[in-house]
Structures are given as C-alpha cells and as structure tokens.
C-alpha cells in the first residue's frame, strides 16, 4: 500500500496537466464550433478513477493515451516517461521517448531533453553503446553537460574502462569545479590491478604513477605496490610501501597488519615484527594492532607477556576483539583454565567474530566482510573502511 500511494502522489501532477489539456482542447473545439470530444472526457475521468483506485499501471496508461504530443504537452509526456523508467517498465519508456525524439514539430530544446532521457532508458536497460552515443552528443550541450557527463562516467565504469572514465571525470570536475582526485586515482589503481594480472609490470607501475599523481592520499597505491613487492619477494621494500598507508590515509591502517606480518613471517624476523608493532601502535592504537601484538608475542612463546599486554589495553578501552583474544589465550594456557560461563562467552565471541563484517561504507552504511573500493550500494569510491572492533548486539 505505501509503494500504492506513492505513485498516487506521483501522478498527481500528471492528472492536473492531462485535465488542465483536455478542457483546453474541448474549449478550443466549442470555439471553433465542433462538438467536444467525449471520449477524451471519459477517457480523463477514467483515468482519474485508476488514480482512486491506487492502479498506478492504468493511470498511467489513460493519460498518456489522452494526451497528444506537442510544445504544450511534451513536460508531461517526459513525466510519464520517467515514471515509467522508476516504475522498471523500460520499453515503454523506450518507446514513449523513441516517439518524442522522431516528432519533427517539437522545439530543440524538448528534443534534446527526450533524447537525455532516452539515454537513461537505454542505460537502464544495458544498452550501454546507444546511451554513450546519446550522452558524447548531449555533453556538448550546456544545459544537458553535467548529467550527460555523470552518465558517461557510470558507463565507463561499468565497463571497466579506466582511462576513458578518468577523462570524463576530468572534464565533469572542471564543470562543477570540484576536485574528483580521489576518484580518478582510484580509475588507475584499477588499471593496475588489470595490469599485474596480465604481467605487465611496466604498464602497472606507470598506472599507480597515475593514480599517486592523480591523490597522494590514496592509500591503495601502497597497499598495491606492497603486494606486487611481496609477491616478488622483495619484503623490505613491500613493508617500506605498506607503512606509507599509515601516513596517507590512517582509516585503512587496518588493511597492512596481516600482509606485514606475512613479510616479517618470510623473513623470519619476529623480533622486527614487535618492533613494527609497537611503531603502528604508537600511530594507530587499534584493537586489531593490540591483537597482532598478542598473537605475535604468544606465537614467540611468551603468552604471559602476550596476556599481560591485553589485560593493560583492556583497563583503559572496550574492546570485544582484544577481549576475545585475551580469553582465547588464556584458554590455550594450561596453567588457567576458563569457568563454564566464561568458556562459552569466548566460544560465542569467536563464531560472532567470524561472522562479523569487516568493512562499513562511510557514506551508506552497506557492511561486508570484504574491502569493496567502490560501494556495491551506493556507488561510492573509496568510502568503505574497516571496522575497528565488533558489537555483538548488533549481529
């Protein structure tokens, strides 16, 4: 019933304009001495009764039936195409909107807003070569540039063509004079990651010098470079590039803890590994940090300081991850041994842990137990950070 009444208001508007035409034209018919037409009246009313009725499909049907094209006519005739669109019935759009475009009495002006909408339609409906055609046109128009632009942007991402959407993210920014730096580094990471796949070192490293020139803030330059050192066994130099991520951007500090402790693991250095730690530490006193201390400190054999270590962050923050480990270890240590509640508060602590997300969109909220650069949900790049700890109410 809600989705009923809000298509009710939504063609609020649209029975006004079909009513407020079809008196003109009847009025128009008595002027000229010709009987009205009663069939336009009835075909009104009846659309005026879907409306009461809450049957969006037949209103909308009835009145764009009612209203012929032209100058007059051609505003509502765009709204019903958009309601269309909203609705998911996209042929109809198409057709609605296919059938402005070929009318050779409309002005400029509504023509080339039936053909901005008619790049929706086909965009909507994956049709993505006719509606880049329709938009490259359009974006030479001031007053469709800006969302022509936006629409050529979402097709070059979808179709995963980083230097084509840079270029258009480039033009949309000197438009609205914003800065979209952060999004265009994030194009030409991507690029560099389809490089590395296909080998091509040089062509990888030539798109992560795009993208720190494009935002040296953007953290995920390192944690590339970081990776492709790593996997070409130069750990120095792969944890070299993995503390930079501290220094760009802290809210992915988070992400380096396990690759460098796998660098320090190959190196069999431990000793560095706490030294690192205590230096994250000091920058990023995170419970995942606290964790990693503890894990690597028991892993050394020294499960009373690992344990000792917990207990000290514990007086001073709330925190279920350092919690959970702390009762992991002390489970593990023959010398404790849990009592029954506590055993089960770390038996459930560690299934809510492995279901627990991860990351959290900055700017919709989405969560997922994967690091998503771009938003599944709200489209947005670079927004989806990890989670410092879990709340188990939450789950």
Known sequence: ?????????????????????????????????????????????????????????????????????????????????????????????????????????????????????????????????????????????????????????????????????????????????????????QYFCELACERLEHADDAGARAALRRAEQASRDCARTSLIEGAWLAARDEHRHAIRAYRRVLSQDIAFAAEILEPVSHCYDALSDQAGLLKFLDWFIDRASIPLAHVAKAKTLDSAGRTDEAIAHLSRYLQTEASWRAFSCLLELSAADPRTRLSGPLDSLRASLTHIIARAPTHRCGHCGFASRYLHWQCPSCRQWNRMTPIDDIRPDAQ
């Open 1 to 185: 019933m809600p989705d009923a009444i809000v298509w009710v208001v939504m063609l609020l508007p649209i029975a006004a304009a079909s009513g407020w035409w079809a008196r003109a034209r009847a009025e128009r018919q008595r002027t000229e001495g010709t009987s009205a037409n009663t069939n336009l009246q009835n075909d009104y009313l009846q659309g005026i009764r879907h409306l009461v009725n809450n049957d969006a499909n037949r209103a909308i049907e009835t009145f764009s039936r009612v209203l012929e094209v032209d100058d007059e006519t051609v505003e509502t005739h765009l709204a019903l195409g958009d309601l269309f669109r909203r609705q998911g019935d996209i042929d109809r759009a198409l057709r609605l909107h296919q059938n402005l475009v070929a009318r050779p009495n409309l002005a400029k002006s509504h023509r080339d807003q039936a053909r901005f909408e008619l790049a929706q339609d086909y965009l909507r409906a994956g049709v993505l070569d006719r509606a880049e055609d329709l938009f490259n046109e359009l974006a030479a128009h001031p007053e469709h540039a800006d969302r022509s632009l936006a629409g050529l942007l979402t097709i070059h991402e979808q179709t995963r063509e980083w230097a084509h959407a840079s270029d258009v993210a480039e033009r949309l920014a000197r438009l609205r004079e914003v800065s979209l730096r952060p999004a265009i580094a």
